[in-house]
Every structure is written in structure tokens, then in C-alpha cells.
């Protein structure tokens, strides 16, 4: 030291007490006892908050809870002996949940003194984070809880950040993706991995965009509603698991929570794709059809990014459409497929507001409607609500001339063809092209296509109205935000989809109550 240098003295308790608190632990739980509570009183005084509890079990749960919930690890002060063998069962709990804790302990003394030994705060924190959470434990010598030391004598180790995100293999990736479309009847298994790595925004935009159903274990409640549609109900969780022939397992084990995933819980011959960041995990009691080694939520987001390029599906068209339409819109429906998945997708919150095929199933009628509530919202006065016609490019075809009128009155109602070349299928245009080829259309084409690509928003165009062709999800989510501002004319989004894009098993009919 410099003369005229004030020292800053620091207890071993104060310095425990800082390293914690740069590390971001905010909570610690605990008994006090000889020798550590100068530990807890520093902790306090350094901000952490200290909950006495009344046995280490249960603060080395509440500590592991904080781990879960907050993904920082909580502290567990206990004292030597039977305070850490108390606290052992929480330890072997937060271990085998995959929960970051770190248990602190005192112990006797020892005869030689280091500040050194202080740096294991930060490497304990990072392995209760890094990898597969779970818990740790420090030894803190009796004498070293009072022992001081200046403050320029400690090398400060900045706060560990949080666990770096990892990516699974893009080969894996793209292989999962080609099982999962393969399926007949696939199922998504939601379990804590998926909660403690917060998934839930790109896992619903998963579910809904893919038509999946899903299936939460007991602590993967939450992580999407349980009474989301694509829920299945706990009563038929039994089918489901029965049944399926493709599981995305997103952060759950197969043990004794999902029967191991073998029969008679499971068909034989399931295919899993597994999802953990723990490689050891893959292959446990079930060999994986796909393994993909990566942080879900960032596996979830890859596997987004691969399913929803070209061309889009029903699922991906209908869940952009419903997050943009109005609350208060007329919603008119008409098509197979399109007004079926239509149905499940496009909420209505008012009565009246839908007008679709009706009793008589008769198609053709969409425009004739829009044209009539369309009128009617004119002569109530100012702009009114928003007529949203949700066709079929089959059903757009029995009456689509009638945009000749909507034109002639400027009639601002947007028209949304869902085009997939055909009635409930067709084909793509190169497809087309190889059929003309072989002969005769009238004699191979099948009777359900429909012109691959036809232009119908060049109809709309033609009388003066607004056409987009769209194919990708950011032209649909545009056009359909600029149609929704228009109050001028009618629009038209010609929405290409996948030609072969089919209803999945979205409804679950081989969940319903009559195979129960
Ligand atoms: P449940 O009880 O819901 O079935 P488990 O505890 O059996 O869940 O399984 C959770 C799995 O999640 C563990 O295998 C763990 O390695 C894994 N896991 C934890 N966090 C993540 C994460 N961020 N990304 C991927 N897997 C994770
Ligand atoms: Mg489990």
C-alpha cells in the first residue's frame, strides 16, 4: 500500500456476499447456525433477500425454484453436517429436475487462509447454468467466514452470463421437418425443458402455423394454454400418446412421466424426434428417429424458419389472417378445405358476423353475400365494419364476376382466394406442364385440378380494384394490411399455397369420442 492509502477491510462473509450478488443471485435461502450467519446478515446487506426457512430440505427447494423460474440459480446457506445432508434431498431434486441452485455450506475451520478459494462462486454458477441445469455445492471454512481481507487484494470476476444458446444440426433439422410431414398422426409432447428455456412465443407460433396438436407434461402446463384448441384434453392424453406415429418431444424424458414411451403406453413403432440440450439424454429408453442436440426454443425457431418458406400451408395463411383481421369483422367463408380449417381458425366474437356456405353447402354464395353486407354497412353511414370474403379458388370460381360489381359500386370489401390449384387439391404448375405433355388433359388431368397459378387477382384488377399475388408470409401479412386501410375499392389476395397442402390431423378425429 501506498502511505496515505485507506484500506477497505472485507470479511470473507461481505466478500461471499458480493460475489454472489455480482453473479445476479438475488435470493438465498437458508438456516443460520455457526458459522454462517454473518453470511446471511452480509447477504442482506449486499441486497440479496434472505428467507429463513425452517429445514434445509425445503430451502434447498425454494433456492432450486428460483433456479427454474427466474433461469439465475438461487442460494441455499446451510451449516455443516446435518444442515448439507438435510439439504441433499433438495440437491438431488433440483438435479434430477435440471434446475441451476447453488448450496452453500460451512464447514470447520482450516488453518491456512486464501481469498482465492472465492472464485469459486462464479465457476459454480456457471455450472449450475451451463449445459443441463443442476445443483452445486460450496464448502466455505469456518475461520474464512471472518477472516479479513483488503479490498485492492481481491480480483473481482464480473457476473457469468447467461448459458450460450445452441443451435441443432441443420441436416437434423431439415430431417425432422420431412418425418413430421410424413406423419398420420403426429403429436407434440411440451415438457419443463420447454418452460425453463421459455419457448412459449416460438412454440406457439410452431403449433398454430403446423395444425399440430399438442400434449403438456404435469410441469409443462402453461407453457401454451391448456385450453389452446390444439390442446389435447387430459382425457384423451392416453389415445393421443397411444396412438401417435410421430412425437416432437421438445424438453421432456421419456421416464416413468411418459411411460418410458413403450408399450402399452406407446405404439412400438413411434417414431420420436427428441429435442434436449443434454446429449446424453438422446436414445434413453427409446431410440430417437431424429435427434436434434440444441436449446428448444432456438431448435423450435429453426425448424419455423424451414417450415414456413414456400410455398405455404392452410395453417401458416389462416393464423397470419386471424392476427390481423378486426374483432368486429363480417367474416364470409366458402370452400372445402378452406371454409373447414377457416372454421377452426378465424374466430368470430359477435353474432351475425359469419355467412358461409350454409345448410344447403351450396358454394358460389360468398360474394353475393359480401355484396349484400357490404350495402348494408354504406347506408348505416361512415366506413362500418370490415367484410373479410375468405374463398376457395374453386368456390371464388361460381361467382367471381361478381367483382365486376363490387368495382362498379366501390364496394371496399377484401377478397382472400386461398389458391391451391384445385378442388380440396391440385397440382403444381411443372406438374401440369408434364401432364399436358403425356396427352389428351380432358383424359389424364385429374377432375379436382383447377388452372395451376390462374391470376385471379388480375380479375379484380381489371375493373379498376386492388390484386396482389402473394406466396410468402410477408406479402400476405402487407397486402392484407394495405386491403384493411383501403375504404376506397375491393381487394383481392391471390394466395398460392401448397397445392397439396391437406387438412391435418388438426380436428384429431382419431381422438373422438366415439374411438374413446
Ligand atoms: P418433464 O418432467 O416435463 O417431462 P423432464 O424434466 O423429464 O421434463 O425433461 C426436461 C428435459 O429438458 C431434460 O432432459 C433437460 O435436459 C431438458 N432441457 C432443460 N432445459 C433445456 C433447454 N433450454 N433446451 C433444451 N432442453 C432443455
Ligand atoms: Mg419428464
Not at 453470511?39 to 449486499?46: E, F, P, T
Not at 491456512?112 to 451451463?130: C, D, H, K
Not at 464480473?158 to 443451435?167: A, G
Not at 368470430?348 to 353447402?361: I, K
Amino acid at each position: 500500500h501506498l502511505p496515505g492509502d485507506v484500506m477497505e477491510e472485507l470479511t470473507g462473509a461481505q466478500l461471499i456476499a458480493e460475489s454472489l450478488k455480482t453473479q445476479n443471485v438475488e435470493y438465498m435461502f437458508g438456516i443460520v447456525g455457526v458459522p454462517i450467519i454473518e453470511v446471511a446478515m452480509a447477504a442482506q446487506a449486499a441486497g440479496i433477500k434472505y428467507v429463513g426457512m425452517r429445514n434445509e430440505q425445503a430451502a434447498c427447494y425454494a433456492a432450486s425454484a428460483v433456479g427454474y423460474l427466474t433461469g439465475r440459480p438461487g442460494a441455499c446457506l446451510v451449516v455443516s453436517g446435518p444442515g448439507l445432508i438435510h439439504a441433499l434431498g433438495g440437491m438431488a431434486n433440483a438435479n434430477m429436475n435440471c434446475w441451476p441452485v447453488i448450496v452453500i455450506g460451512g464447514s470447520s475451520d482450516r488453518n491456512q487462509e486464501t481469498a482465492g478459494a472465492f472464485q469459486e462462486f462464479p465457476q459454480a454458477v456457471r455450472a449450475s447454468m451451463y449445459g443441463r441445469p443442476g445443483a452445486c455445492y460450496i464448502d466455505i471454512a469456518g475461520d474464512m467466514v471472518n477472516a479479513k481481507v483488503d479490498r485492492s487484494q481481491i480480483r473481482v470476476v464480473s457476473c457469468c452470463p447467461d448459458p450460450p444458446v445452441s443451435l441443432a444440426d441443420h441436416g437434423a433439422v431439415a430431417e425432422a421437418v420431412s418425418v413430421l410431414k410424413t406423419a398420420k398422426r403426429p403429436l407434440v409432447i411440451i415438457g419443463k425443458g420447454a418452460a425453463y428455456s421459455r419457448a412459449e412465443t416460438a412454440l406457439r407460433e410452431f403449433v398454430e402455423t403446423s395444425g399440430l396438436p399438442f400434449l403438456p407434461t404435469p410441469m409443462g402446463k402453461g407453457v401454451l394454454p391448456d385450453d389452446h384448441p390444439h390442446c389435447v384434453a387430459a382425457a384423451r392424453s392416453r389415445l393421443a400418446l397411444l396412438q401417435a406415429d410421430v412425437i416432437l418431444l421438445l424438453g421432456a424424458r421419456l421416464n416413468w412421466i411418459l411411460h418410458f414411451g413403450l408399450p402399452p403406453r406407446f405404439d412400438p413403432n413411434v417414431k420420436i424426434i427428441q429435442v434436449d440440450l443434454c446429449a446424453e439424454e438422446m436414445g434413453n429408453n427409446v431410440r430417437p428417429a431424429v435427434a436434434l442436440l440444441g436449446d428448444i426454443n432456438a431448435v423450435v425457431t429453426q425448424t419455423l424458419a424451414l417450415q414456413s418458406t414456400v410455398p405455404m400451408n392452410y395453417y401458416t395463411v389462416f393464423h397470419h389472417v386471424s392476427q390481423l383481421l378486426p374483432h368486429d369483422c363480417i367474416i364470409i367463408s366458402e370452400g372445402a378445405n378452406t371454409m373447414d380449417i377457416g372454421r377452426t381458425m378465424l374466430n368470430n366474437y359477435l353474432p351475425r358476423h359469419r355467412l358461409d356456405a350454409g345448410t344447403f353447402g351450396t358454394m358460389g354464395v360468398g360474394l353475393g353475400f359480401a355484396i349484400a353486407a357490404a350495402t348494408l354497412e354504406r347506408s348505416n353511414g361512415e366506413k362500418g365494419r370490415r367484410i373479410v370474403c375468405v374463398e376457395g379458388d374453386s368456390a371464388f370460381g361460381f361467382s367471381g364476376m361478381e367483382v365486376e360489381t363490387m368495382c362498379r359500386y366501390n364496394l371496399p370489401v377484401v377478397i382472400i382466394v386461398v389458391n391451391n390449384n384445385g378442388i380440396y387439391s391440385g397440382v403444381d404448375p411443372e406438374t401440369w406442364r408434364e401432364m399436358a405433355k403425356m396427352g389428351d388433359l380432358t383424359s389424364i388431368a385429374p377432375p379436382v385440378t383447377l388452372l395451376p397459378e390462374a391470376r385471379y387477382d388480375e380479375v379484380m384488377a381489371a375493373f379498376g380494384g386492388k390484386g396482389y399475388l402473394v406466396r410468402t408470409v410477408e406479402e400476405l401479412r402487407s397486402a392484407l394490411e394495405l386491403s384493411l386501410t383501403d375504404w376506397q375499392r375491393p381487394s383481392l389476395l391471390n394466395v398460392l399455397i401448397d397445392p397439396s397442402s391437406d387438412r391435418k390431423q388438426q380436428e384429431f378425429p382419431w381422438l373422438t369420442r366415439s374411438n374413446l
